[in-house]
């Protein structure tokens, strides 16, 4: 296996195929995520963004193509630097798992939480804790949490692995949008403190123009990448949507941000 | 309390010690991963398991029933990961063939129909010292399994990605559990028998659950419901002469119902509304 090279990207991925039946999901993406930055991967339902991310971390094989994670190949020992926040946990309520066995469990000193006294886990766990508003919750069981607070808890629990490449699967699904803009305004602030490499998958065209550095738009293929501005725009979003979306316009008048809703118009 | 001088009355008591925890143990993630209906399957498969151990010639067929159990539950999991077919379907489809398929076995050999009840209903109180040691050996390689992969099963059940990613062998991991699982349903068909085993392992987390806040409470809760469920009663079945297998269900459902109510009462469980 080819040794990582100190500064190769956080993802590259090359002329990566998969079919999915009879449907060719991935038909040759091509990308190159440098380290550091927060970029955004969008397209329509069914462009593939979901098999992409599972390509990503392993839980599908590529037909065709090459993907390296942090410069190497995806394995589990490439996985151990990657912090991967699911879209939602499906979580029976007969699961009693609270909060804090949840983290505990991401941590090598808190791996015996079944034996450790709380004050011991919480103490160990305070110092990634302190700016994600989690530590109101560490009692609660996993399962009574709300989509707001299990984000955050997600969150935490990625940050716990001490990642260099953070990916989130549409991470404000079954959000109110408050939640949304503090949710993003927290990864905001965890890549530029962290320097680490975010990739958010998210159809919240909204949020990508806000918070992201660069933009990818996926329909089976990269239909076109740039900067939010570039790739915002309603000839780059009908090639990935193949229909016309008028781009988002944000009114900042103080603290209140004002979204006009994006609109769909079928040609 | 004099009964319990009685080697036999012992004898159960051990079985029921050793095994009642541990499917208290199991049944928390049982219940967690909704593989009650799964351990109902392997616990049916037993009787195919029970004909053909007779047709084989043994006494006592627990070999038989372990293999097949296992056969069982591997094709249920392979099934499930080879075909697009819903678990529901799998698990019916392995339940009901695997009753039929015992029954005509059996038919085979009518005289040993007798012996029937025995594992239908349990017969904790018939057990050897052999089948105490067994069920003490079995408790502890379950329990050392479960506390080794606690942390890989807690990830596994809160989601299977992250698992991964994680780097935990889900496939492997999924496989074990099920084996332990299967292990023990097995060989506590002796003490309440295929058509009673299941509560065994579902009743104990679902008592816990109505008292507990998290895992390790749910857990330790499971245990201890596990054993006071079995070993309680055996003590009882003997003095009101009650079948023990029924007489433990009895228990644990008595435990049910009380910490649900005080669970209600406690107004810990919202009621569902029907939607207008």
């Known amino acids: 296996m080819a040794e990582p090279i100190p500064d190769s990207p956080a993802v590259e991925i090359r002329n990566a195929r998969v079919r999915l039946g009879e449907t060719e999901v991935l038909r040759g993406v091509s990308l190159r995520i440098p380290r550091g930055k927060m970029v955004a991967l969008i397209g329509p339902n069914g462009s593939g963004k979901t098999t992409l991310l599972r390509c990503l971390l392993g839980l599908q094989r590529l037909d065709a193509g090459e993907i390296r994670l942090l410069g190497e190949e995806v394995n589990p020992k490439s996985l151990k630097r990657v912090g991967y926040v699911p879209q939602r946990l499906q979580l029976e309520p007969a699961f009693t798992l609270s909060v804090r066995e949840f983290l505990a469990l991401r941590r090598p000193d808190t791996r015996h939480w079944f034996w450790q006294r709380r004050k011991t886990i919480d103490a160990c766990l305070h110092g990634t804790l302190s700016d994600l508003d989690v530590e109101s919750v560490l009692d609660r069981p996993l399962a009574s949490l709300s989509g707001g607070q299990l984000q955050r808890v997600l969150i935490a629990h990625s940050l716990l692995g001490q990642p260099d490449l953070l990916l989130l699967d549409e991470p404000t699904a079954g959000v109110d949008t408050p939640g949304e803009h503090s949710f993003y305004e927290l990864i905001s602030s965890i890549h530029q403190r962290l320097g680490i490499t975010v990739v958010l998958v998210s159809h919240d065209l909204a949020m990508v123009f806000r918070h992201a550095s660069w933009v990818f738009a996926l329909n089976g293929v990269i239909c076109c990448q740039g900067h939010p501005e570039e790739v915002l725009n309603a000839d780059s979003l009908k090639a990935a949507y193949g229909i016309h979306v008028t781009p988002y316009h944000h009114h900042h008048s103080g603290t209140d941000v004002r979204e006009e809703p994006i609109r769909f118009h079928k040609r | ?276």
């Open chain 2, 1 to 276: 309390m004099e009964f319990l001088s009685e080697p036999f009355m012992q004898r159960a008591l051990l079985v029921a010690i050793a095994l009642g925890p541990i499917c208290g143990f199991l049944g928390v993630f049982v219940t967690a991963r909704r593989m009650a209906f799964f351990s109902d399957t392997i616990s049916h498969a037993a009787l195919t398991g029970v004909a053909a151990g007779f047709l084989a010639g043994f006494d006592e067929p627990t070999i038989p029933v372990l293999l097949y159990c296992s056969l069982v539950a591997v094709a249920m999991l392979w099934l499930r990961e080879r075909t697009q077919l819903l678990n529901d379907t799998i698990m019916a489809v392995l339940l009901s063939s695997s009753v039929a398929g015992g029954v005509v076995l059996l038919s085979l050999q009518r005289n040993r129909w007798s012996e029937l009840d025995k594992y239908l209903l349990g017969d904790i109180l018939s057990v050897a010292w052999t089948d105490v040691w067994v069920a003490a050996a079995v408790s502890v390689v379950v329990m050392t399994g479960l506390l080794w992969k606690l942390n890989p099963l807690a990830l596994l059940t809160a989601h299977e990605d992250l698992a991964h990613v994680a780097g935990i062998r889900v496939r492997h991991l999924n496989y074990a559990f099920v084996i332990l699982l299967t292990v023990a349903v097995s060989l506590t068909i002796r003490v309440l028998g295929i058509l009673l085993v299941t509560s065994l392992i579902v009743l104990p987390p679902a008592i816990a659950r109505n008292l507990s806040h998290n895992l390790r409470q749910h857990i330790l809760l499971s245990l201890l419901v596990g054993l006071i469920g079995a070993a309680g009663g055996v003590i009882l079945s003997y003095p009101l002469d009650l079948p023990t297998g029924p007489t433990i269900t009895l228990t644990l459902t008595a435990l049910f119902i009380l910490s649900t109510t005080g669970r209600i009462l406690r107004r810990e469980v919202a009621p569902v509304k029907p939607v207008t």
